[in-house]
Structure formats: structure tokens, C-alpha cells
């Protein structure tokens, strides 16, 4: 709501809203870059034309720092809600999409587009209240970027403008104090990093098998048959898709090799792919998944395994 944001940050809001054309938010998005907007209207963030990512940012939860500088802090808990409880599975979801586009931002130099929007109601009922709706949305013609990413403290913060500035230990803590993290005592248990290959691997297969299904497709659990790949993606109506080897990667097992059966069917069969799960079983999962010519890519992948 507005009386949540900044005087500053709503100034220029309303600066922004009262000189452009009148659009609805999907139209905003649309605008720039995003054909599949009308289908995608509660997406945190999206892909749009030329490979730039668009993402939204709740005025409520942008702080100014020294000299200006907006910021705003990113919880890396996809878990849990910035006002506390747990994430359904659809929100948890949307939170891992949102942060996988954020951290391809950070991991090719990049920056990003920004839509800042305000809220109907109070920020903290945004994920709970069903009446919640977009208040304002406008493009932001400054460009983001992922200044600083710490799984280990499960933040990040994003920065409007120039590289080079981060907000002081000062002012980070501030915007804690404003919301925007869910409170230590949410975020997930540390056990997922002392998880065994077993249990990290089974938890690689649980958030692929969600992940897919999340969009209507079936992930069949082929692992049992060690042929080559784990699951096999199909459409509704039986096609098959992709052949995933699934591999899970976390901060104390890092690494993961090819078993036999799948460095050949990585060479013979043209639907087979890797996937990687970063952080699996963590609150900070996301994925990302390569061709049989990108392996070399992924990060912990041993080509002598």
C-alpha cells in the first residue's frame, strides 16, 4: 500500500504513473517485451524479447540508502513468506522461477528491467489475501542489477542504477526491520547440507518431478531401470518430450559424476538432457539444464567420472 513506501520511491512512482499512457499491468509487461504476459499475469518475473529479464519490485520493500540509491533486499528462502508461514507449492514455484531469472542475470554481467508496483492491500497479505491486486505498476526506466548473492544468508540484494554501490551493514539491517526476509527462525534447516548423496539426489528428483508438473507435464520415475536417465518428461497427450539425468549438488557435496548407462545415452539418444539442482533440498533450489554438448558447463560436473 502506499502509505508502506518510501516518500521518496512513491514520488517518483506517481512521477512515472502520471506521465505515461494509462495501462493495465499485463499491458505494462507486454509493452516490453513480453508476448506471453496475458498468460503469465501473477509471474514474479519474466523472460522477455532479446533475453532481458523483467522483474517485478514491491515499492513497499525498496529502501533508499546513501546518496539516493534505492535498493531491495531478495530472500533466497523460496520456502517461506516475507510476513512469515509457508509457501504453497504454486508460490514456491513462482519464487524459484523469479530467482532463477535474477541469478542468470548475475551469472552472464547482466542487469535487469524493473516494473515497481504497489499493493491493494498491506504488503505482508500480499501471498495470503485473495483480494490482493496490483495499486500501481510502471516501468522503471533505470536498470537493476544483482549487486550482491549469499546463499549462506539466503539474501541478496538488487540495486537501481550504477554497479559499484552496495548499502552498508547499517542499512541492510534497516530494510530486515522493514520486511521483505522472512525471520532467521523460518528459513529452512541447515540439514539439507549434511544430507547424504541418497537423500540429496532423491530430493533433486522430488523438485524436478514438482517442477515440471507445476506446468502440466508428466516426469516419470524411470531411475529403477538405470537406463540412462531418471525421469522421462511427457505432454498430456503421451509425447515424450525430454530424458532427464537428474544430477542434485549442495554446498558439502558439490560435485556428481555420469554413470555409464547415461554417458551413452547422452550420445545416442536427441532428447536426453542433464539437469542440474543447485541447493537441492535447500530453500534456495533452482535448476538449470544443459545439453549433452553443454555438460562441461554445469558447475560440479567431474568429465573424468
Given at each position: 500500500m502506499d502509505k508502506e513506501v518510501d516518500p521518496q520511491v512513491l514520488a517518483v512512482i506517481d512521477e512515472k504513473r502520471l506521465s505515461g499512457p494509462r495501462l493495465t499491468p499485463v499491458e505494462i509487461v507486454a509493452k516490453m517485451g513480453v508476448f506471453d504476459a496475458r498468460d503469465k499475469p501473477y509471474e514474479y518475473a519474466w523472460m522477455a524479447t532479446?533475453?532481458?529479464?523483467?522483474?517485478?519490485?514491491?515499492?513497499?520493500?525498496?529502501?533508499?540508502?546513501?546518496?539516493?540509491?534505492?535498493?531491495?533486499?531478495?530472500?533466497?528462502?523460496?520456502?517461506?513468506?516475507?510476513?512469515?508461514?509457508?509457501?504453497?507449492?504454486?508460490?514456491?514455484?513462482?519464487?524459484?522461477?523469479?530467482?532463477?531469472?535474477?541469478?542468470?542475470?548475475?551469472?552472464?554481467?547482466?542487469?535487469?528491467?524493473?516494473?515497481?508496483?504497489?499493493?491493494?492491500?498491506?504488503?505482508?497479505?500480499?501471498?495470503?489475501?485473495?483480494?490482493?491486486?496490483?495499486?500501481?505498476?510502471?516501468?522503471?526506466?533505470?536498470?537493476?542489477?544483482?549487486?550482491?548473492?549469499?546463499?549462506?544468508?539466503?539474501?541478496?540484494?538488487?540495486?537501481?542504477?550504477?554497479?559499484?554501490?552496495?548499502?552498508?551493514?547499517?542499512?541492510v539491517q534497516a530494510a530486515k526491520a522493514r520486511g521483505g526476509v522472512p525471520a532467521p527462525a523460518e528459513a529452512a534447516p541447515a540439514a539439507a547440507q549434511a544430507a547424504s548423496p541418497e537423500q540429496l539426489q532423491a530430493a533433486a528428483l522430488d523438485y524436478v518431478k514438482r517442477h515440471f508438473g507445476g506446468y502440466g507435464y508428466k516426469a516419470e520415475d524411470v531411475s529403477a531401470q538405470q537406463i540412462g536417465f531418471d525421469l522421462e518428461v511427457s505432454n498430456a497427450k503421451g509425447v515424450?518430450?525430454?530424458?532427464?539425468?537428474?544430477?542434485?549438488?549442495?554446498?558439502?557435496?558439490?560435485?556428481?559424476?555420469?554413470?555409464?548407462?547415461?554417458?551413452?545415452?547422452?550420445a545416442r539418444d536427441p532428447l536426453w538432457r542433464l539437469l542440474v539442482v543447485t541447493?537441492?533440498?535447500?530453500?534456495?533450489?533452482?535448476?538449470?539444464?544443459?545439453k549433452p554438448s553443454e555438460m562441461s558447463q554445469a558447475p560440479g560436473f567431474d568429465p573424468l567420472g
Open positions: 532479446g533475453d532481458n529479464v523483467i522483474a517485478t519490485i514491491w515499492a513497499e520493500y525498496v529502501s533508499v540508502g546513501a546518496g539516493g540509491r534505492w535498493f531491495y533486499l531478495e530472500s533466497l528462502d523460496t520456502q517461506h513468506r516475507a510476513s512469515g508461514g509457508a509457501r504453497t507449492a504454486n508460490q514456491v514455484q513462482r519464487a524459484k522461477d523469479r530467482l532463477a531469472l535474477l541469478k542468470r542475470t548475475l551469472d552472464a554481467g547482466q542487469g535487469f528491467r524493473a516494473v515497481v508496483q504497489t499493493n491493494r492491500v498491506p504488503i505482508a497479505e500480499l501471498e495470503t489475501n485473495k483480494s490482493a491486486k496490483v495499486s500501481t505498476r510502471v516501468r522503471d526506466d533505470d536498470e537493476w542489477h544483482v549487486a550482491s548473492w549469499e546463499p549462506d544468508q539466503l539474501l541478496a540484494v538488487l540495486v537501481r542504477g550504477p554497479r559499484g554501490w552496495l548499502p552498508t551493514e547499517a542499512e515424450t518430450l525430454l530424458k532427464v539425468a537428474v544430477k542434485g549438488t549442495a554446498s558439502g557435496l558439490p560435485g556428481f559424476k555420469l554413470t555409464g548407462e547415461e554417458r551413452t545415452a547422452s541447493d537441492a533440498g535447500g530453500p534456495a533450489a533452482q535448476h538449470k539444464i544443459y
